[in-house]
C-alpha cells in the first residue's frame, strides 16, 4: 500500500533550487534510505516531507496519514543538551498530535509512552534526567518520542551523527526490527551509505535532482552506487 | 516579627502591593523557566526599557500609565520576535535597539513636560506607593490570566520550548505560541515594573528560573521550584525592605541573588558528593 508519493516536486529557499523536478514513492513497509551530499536538498526534502515547507510546484500527497503524522527524528542540532527535562516529559510530548486541541495528556497517552520505551528497552529511563543520559540513549528517548507520534512511518534525519560505532549499530539493528517487526515504515537520511544499504531495501539518492531511485540491490551496481561505496571504504 | 506581620497588614498600600508582588512572582517564574531555556532572557530587559518609555510619555501626556503600557509594550514584544524570526537584525540587537530607544524617548519626554522627577525615579527604580486601587485590579487581573494561560498551554509550551522543529512537525502553531509566551512576559513587566523598576524587574524573570535550573533534573520540577523560590525571595525581600527602610525592588534582587548562591553551592555540594 502506498504511503507517500512525490511526484514533480520542486523547492526553493532564498532563491537557490535544492530540490528540483523530484519524484518518487514510499509503500508501507519500506526501509528508504535517503543519501547525497551536503547541499544536495536532503534537509529541504525532510522539511517538504514535514509540511513545514510548501513545494513551488508539483504534489506530495499522503495516504492514510496526515503530515503531522510522521515520527520525526531531527538532526541532533535542533535538541539542546542542558534542558532540564524528564525522559518521560520528552517522550509523552510525542503524543501531543493526537489532537489538535489536546492540552493535557491521558491516560492512554501514558500508555503510549510507555509501551514505545518498553519497545526502545529504556523504561529503567522514564524517571531520569535528558541532561544526564549518554548519546545513544538519548536518541533512543528521541525516536521513542517520534514513534508516539508515528501512525506508521518514522523520518530519521542523519540519526547517527556523534554516535559512537557500538551506539551507531545498536541503532541500525533497532531501527530495522521496528521496521521488520512492527511493520514501521522507515526514511532516513543519512552519509553512511555502505551500512545504511546493509539494512535499507531502497535508496534515493540526490543531488537536487535525484539521480537514483530503486532498490538498494540496483542501487550497488550502478555505477554511481559503486563509486559511493567505494568511497566509503576508502576513509 | 508578630508585630511587623500586624503593621504590614494595617498599611493598605503594603498589602496592595503585597498582594500584586507575589502574583508577579509568580507569573515571571513561570514565564522565566521558559525565556531563559529559549535563550530569550534578554527580552525581559528590553521589554522593561519599552515599558519605562511608554509610562513616561503617557504620564507627560495625562494618561492613566498601565492602559498605555500594557498594549506598547505588548506591541514591541510581537516587533521583537518578528524581528528576530525574520533574521534581517539579528535577536539580541533588535533588543538593544529598540530598548535603548524607548528609554531615550521616555526620558526626552519627562524632561520636556515636568522635569525628572519623582516619578520617573519610582519608574526607574520601583516603589511599593506607586500602586493605585485601579492599578491593583488590572494588575490581579493580569497575573491571573497570565497563570491560566500557562497551565492550559503548558504541555505545548514545553514542546515548543524542548524542541521546536519537531513541535512544528507534529503540528503545533510554535509562532503562535512563542508569541503567547512574548505577550505574557509583556503583561507581566508592566504590572511588576511598578514595584520592581524597569531596571530592576528584568532579575525577577531570570533569577528564579537561573537559581531552580542548578538543581533541577525535570521541566515540572524546574517551574515549580522556580514558582516556589520567586515567590519566597519576593516576601522575604518585602519584608527586609520594611524593616531595614531600603527600596524593595533592590532588597527583592539582592534576596535572589542570595538564594541563587547558595543553590549554586548546593549544586557543588552534590556533584563533590
Same mark, same amino acid.
Given at each position: 500500500m502506498r504511503l507517500l508519493e512525490c511526484s514533480n516536486v520542486n523547492m526553493s529557499y532564498d532563491n537557490i533550487q535544492a530540490v528540483k523536478d523530484l519524484s518518487f514513492y514510499v509503500d508501507q513497509g519500506d526501509y528508504l534510505c535517503i543519501v547525497g551530499e551536503n547541499g544536495s536538498g536532503k534537509t529541504t526534502l525532510v522539511k517538504g516531507l514535514l509540511g513545514l515547507m510548501a513545494p513551488d510546484s508539483g504534489r506530495i500527497s499522503y495516504i492514510g496519514i496526515k503530515k503531522n503524522e510522521i515520527g520525526y527524528l531531527p538532526q =541532533?542540532?535542533?535538541?539542546? =543538551?542542558? %534542558?532540564?527535562?524528564s525522559v518521560m516529559e520528552v517522550v509523552l $510530548?510525542?503524543? *501531543?498530535?493526537?489532537?489538535? %486541541? =489536546?492540552l493535557f495528556y491521558t491516560k492512554r497517552d501514558r500508555i503510549i509512552a510507555l509501551e514505545n520505551m518498553e519497545r526502545l528497552a529504556i523504561s529503567g529511563l522514564a524517571g531520569k534526567s535528558f541532561m544526564d543520559l549518554s548519546e545513544g540513549q538519548r536518541q533512543r528517548v528521541l525516536l521513542a518520542r517520534a514513534l508516539c507520534s508515528a501512525k506508521r512511518l518514522i523520518l530519521l534525519d542523519e540519526?547517527?551523527? $556523534? *554516535?559512537?560505532p557500538v551506539a551507531t549499530a545498536d541503532l541500525y539493528e533497532l531501527i530495522a526490527s521496528l521496521n521488520r517487526e512492527c511493520d514501521m515504515t522507515v526514511i532516513m537520511v543519512t552519509h553512511d551509505v555502505s551500512t545504511a544499504l546493509k539494512y535499507a531495501g531502497k535508496v534515493l539518492h540526490m543531488k537536487n535532482s535525484p539521480l537514483f531511485f530503486g532498490s538498494s540491490r540496483e542501487y550497488a551496481a550502478t555505477e554511481i552506487g559503486k563509486k559511493m561505496l567505494g568511497a566509503d571504504i576508502d576513509d | 516579627m508578630i508585630d511587623m506581620i500586624r503593621t504590614f497588614i494595617s498599611y493598605s498600600f503594603l498589602l496592595r502591593a503585597l498582594v500584586v508582588g507575589v502574583l508577579v512572582a509568580l507569573c515571571s517564574a513561570l514565564l522565566g523557566v521558559c525565556l531563559v531555556l529559549k535563550r530569550y532572557s534578554m527580552i525581559g530587559d528590553g521589554l522593561s526599557h519599552v515599558a519605562f518609555g511608554a509610562l513616561s510619555v503617557s504620564l507627560a501626556l495625562g494618561f492613566s500609565p498601565l492602559q498605555v503600557a500594557i498594549p506598547v509594550v505588548m506591541l514591541a514584544a510581537f516587533l521583537l520576535l518578528r524581528l528576530s524570526a525574520n533574521g534581517k537584525i539579528k535577536g539580541d540587537a533588535a533588543i538593544a535597539i529598540i530598548s535603548s530607544s524607548s528609554l531615550a524617548i521616555g526620558v526626552i519626554t519627562t524632561s520636556l513636560s515636568k522635569g525628572m522627577n519623582l516619578d520617573v525615579f519610582h519608574y526607574m527604580f520601583g516603589s511599593i506607593l506607586a500602586m493605585s486601587s485601579s492599578d491593583v485590579y488590572i494588575s490581579v487581573a493580569l497575573s491571573v490570566v497570565v497563570i491560566v494561560l500557562f497551565i492550559v498551554f503548558y504541555n505545548k509550551i514545553f514542546a515548543v520550548t524542548f524542541d521546536e522543529l519537531f513541535a512544528k512537525a507534529t503540528g503545533i502553531n510554535t509562532g503562535l505560541h512563542n508569541m503567547l509566551i512574548a505577550l505574557l512576559t509583556a503583561a507581566t513587566i508592566v504590572v511588576g515594573m511598578r514595584i520592581m523598576g524597569a531596571l530592576l524587574i528584568s532579575s525577577l524573570i531570570i533569577f528564579p528560573a537561573l537559581t531552580s535550573m542548578r538543581i533541577g533534573k525535570s521541566f515540572r520540577f524546574v517551574i515549580l521550584c522556580s514558582s516556589i523560590v520567586s515567590v519566597i525571595c519576593f516576601a522575604a525581600g518585602m519584608a527586609i525592605s520594611y524593616g531595614f527602610s531600603i527600596p524593595a525592588g533592590a532588597s527583592v534582587v539582592v534576596t535572589n541573588l542570595a538564594v541563587f548562591l547558595v543553590f549554586n553551592a548546593l549544586r557543588l555540594i552534590k556533584r563533590k558528593a
Open positions: =541532533k542540532t535542533a535538541v539542546q =543538551k542542558d %534542558f532540564p527535562a $510530548s510525542g503524543c *501531543l498530535n493526537r489532537d489538535r %486541541f =489536546k540519526p547517527m551523527t $556523534s *554516535l559512537d | -
